[in-house]
């Protein structure tokens, strides 16, 4: 039985891979700092038959434990400081993390497989954040880097190091450069979640309004389950590569929020959404969008979600969850 370790288990991503993982026969082990904190519990329900490893990615002696205890042949690097805004706030702690916890767990990889170089395929969790200021359109592998966060730019030391140890020491790692993704269990920081939350809520009577930041910055937006394929296609190959994820398409925030009010039946929403200066960034991303062609090449890779049926299943989750659809 194949088996393989997932840092950030307990993220979106985390979640949907494990599961992937489970269907296709895979033992799956998960990288959490704390495996008793009860705060895991809801994850630990969902997942089942996942087993859970203690680990901090800024701790290259608890990676080398987890990865020895667990033996994987798949490494999956989902783990970072992963909110945007955030990453302005904690640039030090987000470098810690999303930058060089990735060099820590290729180092332990490194260690861990000794003279079996290739043995444990590394997936890295690179960003669309790493083009942002981006100087061509659409986006796609060969698109330089123009970082505007401290979160794109420690992504932009990941996916670099990840290309550089597979290069010095022929490691099979692989970057996923992907797009906005996201779903239900999107964290409730990120843009599309809160909209969904707030539109279900003001639609339920409990809550009057909703405050956003930039309504005009554009994403390349798909949807989780189909994102995590991906990774997995990608550690399937015979070498380690970079393929861009994305669906082609870019819509702005303040389309996201018509067609989330439109699924509750609500046409003029204006009187709902106000901005508040402080969920503007210091520098934003006004429009991302991807070219996965390279991935729907080699990998096969599709997409089966539209952008409007992301919006529609986020908005009736929320819905649901109140119980309140009509
Ligand atoms: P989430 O924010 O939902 O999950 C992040 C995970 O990282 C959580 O499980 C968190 O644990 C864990 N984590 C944070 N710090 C550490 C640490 N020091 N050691 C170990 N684990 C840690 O992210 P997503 O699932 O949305 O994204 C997965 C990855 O893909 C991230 O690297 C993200 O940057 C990247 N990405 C995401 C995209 C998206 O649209 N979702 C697009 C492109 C890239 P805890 O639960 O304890 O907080
Ligand atoms: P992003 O996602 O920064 O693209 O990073 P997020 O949903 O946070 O922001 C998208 C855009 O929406 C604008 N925005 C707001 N954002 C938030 N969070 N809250 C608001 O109230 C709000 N109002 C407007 C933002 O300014 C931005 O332009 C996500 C993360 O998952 C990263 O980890 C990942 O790498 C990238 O996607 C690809």
């Not at 979160?151 to 290309?163: D, L, S």
């Not at 003001?202 to 798909?222: E, F, K, T």
Request: contains cysteine; glycine residues 8%; proline residues 4%.
């Amino acid at each position: 039985m194949k088996r393989a370790l997932v840092t950030g288990i307990s993220g979106q991503d985390g979640t949907y891979l494990a599961q992937l993982l489970l269907s296709e026969g895979y033992e799956v082990f998960g990288l959490v700092r704390e495996p008793d904190n009860p705060a895991l519990t809801p994850v630990k329900q969902l997942l089942g038959d996942v087993s859970f490893v203690s680990g901090d990615l800024t701790d290259v002696g608890s990676l080398l434990r987890a990865i020895e205890s667990c033996q994987p042949s798949e490494v999956y690097n989902l783990a970072a400081v992963s909110h945007v805004a955030y990453s302005w706030q904690n640039a030090g702690l987000t470098t810690d993390v999303t930058a060089k916890g990735v060099l820590n767990i290729l180092e332990a990889i490194r260690s861990v497989e000794g003279t079996r170089t290739g043995s444990i395929r590394f997936y890295q969790a690179s960003s669309s954040e790493m083009f942002g200021k981006a100087l061509t359109s659409p986006q796609n592998e060969l698109t330089a880097f123009w970082p505007r966060s401290p979160y794109g730019v420690a992504k932009a030391f990941g996916h670099y190091i990840t290309i550089n140890y597979r290069e010095s020491y022929g490691m099979h790692a692989s970057n996923g450069i992907l797009f906005n993704h996201e779903s239900p269990r999107r964290r409730i920081e990120f843009v599309t979640r809160k909209i969904a939350r707030a539109v279900a809520r003001i639609h339920a009577g409990l809550d009057s309004g909703l405050v956003l930041g930039n309504l005009d910055a554009r994403r390349d937006w798909g949807y989780a389950p189909d994102y995590v394929r991906a990774m997995w296609l990608m550690l399937q190959q015979p070498q380690g590569d970079d393929f861009v994820i994305a669906s082609g398409e870019s819509h702005s925030i303040r389309d996201f929020v018509d067609l989330a009010f439109a699924t509750v039946g609500i046409r003029e929403w204006n009187s709902y959404v106000s901005v508040d200066e402080s969920f503007l960034r210091p520098a934003d991303i006004d429009v991302l969008v991807g070219d996965a062609s390279k991935a729907r090449r080699v990998l096969g890779w599709v997409p089966t979600k539209s952008f409007e049926e992301i919006v529609e299943i986020m908005v009736r989750h929320e819905v649901d969850a109140l119980g309140s659809f009509s």
